[in-house]
């Protein structure tokens, strides 16, 4: 299996295995892939057009040989940090990818499925029983290399009725899980080298890709590529586009300048015996085919070496990894670019259009179906329950609000309160006014009739007027008035005038009270009624006609009589 692999359904395998980053196209991409004695450091832009991808930086960096410790990530990630800054090479997008020793790789034949999720719920499902650790410590994901057409699904169909009884009805799927704490220490060393981890992928996928932009036309066969590095092989297979074999050897191929050319020799010997016994141990397997082509990469200077040795052994065309012609390179680049092509897979299966076959970053998960009527059932309820909420919620407020105004300061308790109060004030002088009329009238003292006769009998008033007058009706009827008097003789003959009709008058108290009109006494008299008077009251407003006006009135001649009016007017 390679980043992009060939199917004989290439519609469904995109629609499959697609998916969407949250990058743009056209940001620049740095992989990064370190071991125990180099660095390698690729980084590729992508053009406006598709396809158009340039290698801008191709970087191999030796590890310190002392005082270096892989297992530190932190350690690990400010050296990779500070190399970069002296690079003055920004990173971008980074992505890294897991050995191939830490990750368990299998392939399964599944039946086909067109929806994600669901195949990620059957790989989960029997990966699971093959685990060497834990499931809850695995991150899980898988690519589908192989899918059978219509054709081959009916011809299979004719020639075995039974479902799945042929290979050729199931689709190939590679699986690979890692630790979870194996992509936390990935995470862990971009995080120290102040770089954000976008995508963790394998090192067989990775070489694999590599191995494309280098080699044309060898999807349809079966292809060995031996990656070689000072303190590892990885020997990896690939057959009709999709990865049937990987291991990663462990050599020491890490000699000094002066070591011995026997010792040299030894080694080198050691080592194509460990690829040979590794590749006739393929033969064993059931995606078993003849191998056609095999290439040997790496940039220790021992590449040859192993390659004429394996060549001899196993007989088969045995050829150095040529340096990538389908891609732009760095000038005075390409030595490099041989010697880092884990990277530059890495870099270019990123940027291409369905990103990495496999990336334990964003792996694919089983998508869970759910009951949708349940679903239905339960969003009702809850939106019902939302709804008495919000309704009683309604209420609570309006019943606080109105509460205030029923109860607050100024509201309508106090209002109807001190409206209350009014009201019994109110009731209690209506009821003092009424009792005070109900007795006038019962008492039938004829008051307005007495009012009428003190009106004809009090002097002119010249000589005095009228200031206020009072009625109470008790046992005897009282009538209270208070006079301005011009002098006394005036007032004490209407006095004596008083008692000879017939009122009790009491003693009149008079005091001195000059007003501007030459008034010079004021009075007050209180008459008691007798309970039987000696003047008809009635006959004598019949009898007594009304005094004469004085001259100066207005209405005693009528208006005509004032200047300036014409006509002759009655009022």
């Known amino acids: 299996m390679a980043d992009t692999p060939i199917t004989s359904s290439r519609t469904w395998l995109s629609a499959l295995t697609k998916r969407s980053y949250r990058f743009g196209?056209?940001?620049?991409?740095?992989?990064?892939?370190?071991?125990?004695?180099?660095?390698?450091?690729?980084?590729?832009?992508?053009?406006?057009?598709?396809?158009?991808?340039?290698?801008?930086?191709?970087?191999?960096?030796?590890?310190?040989?002392?005082?270096?410790?892989?297992?530190?990530?932190?350690?690990?990630?400010?050296?990779?940090?500070?190399?970069?800054?002296?690079?003055?090479?920004?990173?971008?997008?980074?992505?890294?990818?897991?050995?191939?020793?830490?990750?368990?790789?299998?392939?399964?034949?599944?039946?086909?499925?067109?929806?994600?999720?669901?195949?990620?719920?059957?790989?989960?499902?029997?990966?699971?029983?093959?685990?060497?650790?834990?499931?809850?410590?695995?991150?899980?994901?898988?690519?589908?290399?192989?899918?059978?057409?219509?054709?081959?699904?009916?011809?299979?169909?004719?020639?075995?009725?039974?479902?799945?009884?042929?290979?050729?009805?199931?689709?190939?799927?590679?699986?690979?899980?890692?630790?979870?704490?194996?992509?936390?220490?990935?995470?862990?060393?971009?995080?120290?080298?102040?770089?954000?981890?976008?995508?963790?992928?394998?090192?067989?996928?990775?070489?694999?890709?590599?191995?494309?932009?280098?080699?044309?036309?060898?999807?349809?066969?079966?292809?060995?590529?031996?990656?070689?590095?000072?303190?590892?092989?990885?020997v990896d297979i690939l057959i009709d586009g999709r990865l049937v074999f990987s291991r990663e050897l462990s050599v020491k191929l890490g000699l000094p300048e002066d070591a011995a050319e026997t010792t040299r020799q030894d080694r080198i010997n050691q080592a194509a015996k460990e690829i040979i016994r590794c590749l006739h141990s393929h033969e064993g397997s059931k995606a078993f085919k003849p191998i056609e082509h095999l290439y040997v990469a790496g940039g220790t200077g021992l590449e040859d070496s192993l390659r004429d040795i394996i060549r001899d052994e196993i007989g088969v065309d045995c050829k150095s990894m040529p340096p990538p012609t389908g891609i732009r390179l760095p000038k005075g680049r390409e030595d490099n670019a041989v010697r880092a092509l884990t990277s530059l897979g890495l870099a270019l299966g990123f940027v291409d259009d369905r990103g990495l076959a496999l990336n334990f970053l964003a792996p694919k998960r089983p998508v869970i179906r759910r009951n949708q009527g349940r679903a239905k059932w339960l969003l009702s309820i809850v939106a019902l329950q939302a709804l008495f909420v919000f309704l009683f919620g309604a209420r609570s407020k309006m019943a606080s609000e109105y509460e205030s105004k029923l109860t607050g300061a100024g509201g309508l308790t106090s209002t109807h309160s001190t409206l209350a109060k009014k009201e019994k004030d109110y009731w209690r002088w209506t009821r003092k006014n009424a009792d005070s009329i109900r007795n006038w009238h019962g008492a039938n003292r004829h008051w307005l009739e007495h009012v009428a006769f003190l009106s004809s009998v009090i002097p002119q008033c010249d000589q005095i007027y009228l200031l206020k007058i009072n009625m109470r009706s008790g046992k005897t009827g009282v009538i209270s008035f208070q006079v301005q008097v011009r002098d006394s003789e005036v007032l004490h003959s209407f006095e004596k005038k008083l008692r000879d009709l017939g009122y009790g008058v009491k003693p009149v108290a008079f005091t001195p009270a000059d007003d501007k009109y030459g008034y010079k006494f004021r009075a007050s008299f209180e008459l008691t009624l007798p309970g039987r008077f000696p003047v008809n009251l009635l006959h004598h407003q019949g009898t007594n006609a009304p005094p004469a006006r004085l001259q100066d009135d207005i209405h005693a001649d009528g208006i005509s009589c004032i200047p300036g009016q014409e006509g002759n007017h009655r009022v």
Request: aromatic share 4%; with cysteine; hydrophobic share 45%.
């Open 25 to 234: 196209r056209r940001h620049d991409v740095t992989a990064l892939d370190i071991d125990q004695r180099m660095l390698r450091v690729v980084q590729v832009a992508t053009g406006k057009t598709p396809g158009s991808i340039r290698v801008k930086r191709v970087e191999v960096l030796p590890v310190p040989e002392e005082g270096f410790d892989l297992e530190n990530p932190r350690k690990v990630g400010e050296w990779i940090g500070v190399q970069l800054k002296a690079l003055h090479l920004t990173p971008g997008i980074v992505v890294m990818a897991a050995h191939r020793s830490e990750a368990v790789l299998k392939e399964f034949l599944l039946p086909p499925l067109r929806d994600t999720g669901e195949m990620a719920s059957m790989v989960n499902m029997r990966v699971a029983r093959e685990l060497p650790f834990p499931e809850t410590d695995a991150i899980i994901d898988f690519t589908v290399t192989k899918v059978p057409t219509k054709k081959e699904l009916q011809a299979a169909k004719k020639e075995t009725p039974l479902p799945g009884a042929s290979a050729d009805t199931k689709a190939h799927v590679v699986v690979a899980a890692v630790r979870r704490d194996t992509v936390n220490r990935y995470r862990a060393i971009a995080q120290s080298a102040g770089l954000t981890l976008a995508g963790l992928g394998l090192r067989p996928l990775a070489s694999f890709r590599a191995l494309k932009a280098c080699v044309d036309k060898i999807n349809g066969n079966a292809v060995a590529l031996i990656s070689v590095r000072r303190h590892e092989v990885d």
